[in-house]
Structure formats: structure tokens, C-alpha cells
């Protein structure tokens, strides 16, 4: 039976009543662009992550844009990014005017490493933005002592994270501002492009409002310049009926993420990340969720170490119909677009470097069934065997 890496099928297709209701009653309203729906699909997810506001916006990638326009930066400004990451972090900075700054990782979480921030700090930089990837935060108290030191503002790219926490708050609360994806790959995984920004700060979110209504207010009066970044009606109505089940989501994939890790753990030649030897001998090393995350698990990301091991396995794990990838596969400072950035923001990141070499994500959605996790786990133990 193939296992494919991700099934929105299987998602959606059990809510296509609700779904479809949610469609009529939008249609019937003929209110295509703001108003009700997008006003209630913010306030719910306000509620969900914990936050005082929340602004949606057309995609993830836009509303990093409209939080860094916010936020206020622009050209002659650096801010300091991970090198491991989507493209759309370091974009996002780029399209401002602004310079991004790359930071090395954590070979445990693949998240920013404050230490390699602090090496790149300059008199320029002027914002932060810790990354939660995979599902799990960055350590945000270090990162938060760090930026408060340094008078640097703090926005979160929660694109991959939405639901996860640190020390029990929400990401998307511990910064100034918090963005979000609703690309259909993401725990909460709408039908095309959504995003949304979060923030305690109500003259923040009325900031976004206007910026993402091409700095709009009122009617026809510009007094900034902001974009079409509105996210649609339709796709808010759908949103809400899915965000109504984004717990029973992550509850699954939380536990198909432990389901792997206590069965693959228990194969010979893989270790569990930090365990022992921090896993230099190990052939695979699987992931872990520290005990003050609250990890949402978007992606179940393995470090192959060995060189060529990485690219056998995926080979294997493919030629047997388990879908994996590779998240990611070139770090952002070795990008042929910012080849041309000053040196101290493209210098060398060893462990992001290494990682693109390493890692391998496999089947962790929430709809992932007992006999497919069979199928992936023998595919693994085969492929260790040979
Ligand atoms: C998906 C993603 C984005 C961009 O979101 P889109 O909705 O696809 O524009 C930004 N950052 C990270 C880390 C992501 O994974």
C-alpha cells in the first residue's frame, strides 16, 4: 500500500458537508472580500493561539511581508534569520529593502541558534525572527533576553507551528508579532493561499489592517503605502470549519510522531536525538520534542549523518511507495539571490550546511493509519539491514 508524505484527501473530504455548507451559506451572502466570515475566522483563531489580536492575510508569505512593513523595516536595516528555513523568511526581509542576517541552527530542534545571532549582531539590526520549524519553537527565552538586550523587535514565522507552545504559551504570542500559514501543506491546511498575523498590540494591528488594504483608511485616503494582502471570505468560511478540528489534528499527529519514535528507536542503529553519543555513530537519528515544547509535529524530520546514506534511504523508502522529502535541501545563505549580500550576513553555518545533507522527513499527517506507520517502520528496518 503506498504511503503517500501527505493526504489531504483524507482530511478534507470526511467535513465535504460542512464544507460545502459553509461554501452555500458564503455564496448566498455575496460578501466575497472581508466583513463577517474573515472578522469570525480571526477571532477564533485569536482564541486558539492566545493572542489579544489576529489579522489574516492572502498567504504565510504575505503576512511576514505585512508584519516586517508593521514593523517598520526597511532599507539599511539587518535582521537576523535562520539559514535553515523556507525561502519565504529571508524573502519576505529582502522584498522590505532590508538585509538578512543568517544564523546558524541547533542540530537538535533545526532552529535558531542565539549564539550565532549574537556573532552577527551589527548597529543595523533591527528585528529578529525565530522560526518554529517543523512544528516545534525556538527557544524563545534566550532568543527574548537576546533581542530585549539588544533593542531588536522580535516576529515570529509560526507558518509551520500553528497550536504549538513553549513553556506552555502559544507561539505567536512571544514576540511582537506572530505569522501564519494556511498553505494546504500546514497543520491547519486550507483549500489554496491563506496567512495570518498575530499580535498583542492593538496600534500593531491596526497597522496590519491598513497595510494589508493598501494602507487604506479611510476610504480612498492613503497616508502609507500597503498592498492587497486580504485573504478571501470563502477561504475564512472553510478555515473555520477545519479550525474547529485542528485539535483532533495535532492530537494525531502527536501521536504518530511518538508511535515512530518508540518503535524506531528500538531498531539497531538509531538513536534518539540527544540521547548518549548525541547520535554521532548512529546511522539514522530521530527527532524528539524537548519537555518544554508543545510540539505540533508539521513534519517528522530524520538526520541521516553518513554521507550518501540520506540519499540511499529516500531511494529505498520511494522505490517501496513511502513518500519522504527533503526540507530543505540548500541552506539560504548559499542562494544564488543573496550571493551578493555583505559578507557577515551569508557567512558560514556549519550545522544548517550539514543538515541540508542530513534530513529527510516521512509521513507524520494526522490521518496516517496504524497499517501505513507498519509500512514506513519495516521499509526503514529493511533499508538498516542491507
Ligand atoms: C510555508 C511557510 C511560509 C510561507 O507560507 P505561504 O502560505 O506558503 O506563503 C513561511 N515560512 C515558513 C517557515 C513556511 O513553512
Known sequence: MPVPLLDVNAQNHPLEAELTAAFT????????ILGEEVEAFEGECAAFIGAAHAVSMSSGTDALLAAFMAAGIGPGDEVLCPAFTFFATAGCIARTGATPVFCDVCPVTFNIDVTSAAER?????????????FGQAAEMDAIGTFAAANNLQVIEDVAQSIGASYHGRGCGTLGEMGCFSFFPSKNLGGFGDGGLVTTGDPELAEKLRRIRNHGMHPRYYHATVG???RMDALQCALLRVKLRHLGEYTAGRVANANDYIERLSA????TAVGAGDGGLTARIVVPRAAAHMGH???????????????DALKKHLTSRGIGCEIYYPVALHQQECFRHLPPHAIGACPVSEALTGEVLSIPVYPELRAPQRDEVVAAIAEWLEI
Open 25 to 32: 451559506s458564503v455564496l448566498r451572502s455575496g460578501r466575497f
Open 121 to 133: 549582531l551589527t548597529s543595523r539590526t533591527k528585528a529578529i525572527v525565530p522560526v518554529h520549524l
Open 227 to 229: 498592498a492587497n494582502f
Open 267 to 270: 531498531l539497531p542503529g538509531i
Open 296 to 310: 505540533v509535529w508539521n513534519q517528522f524530520t530524520l538526520r541521516v549523518p553518513a554521507a550518501g546514506d540520506r
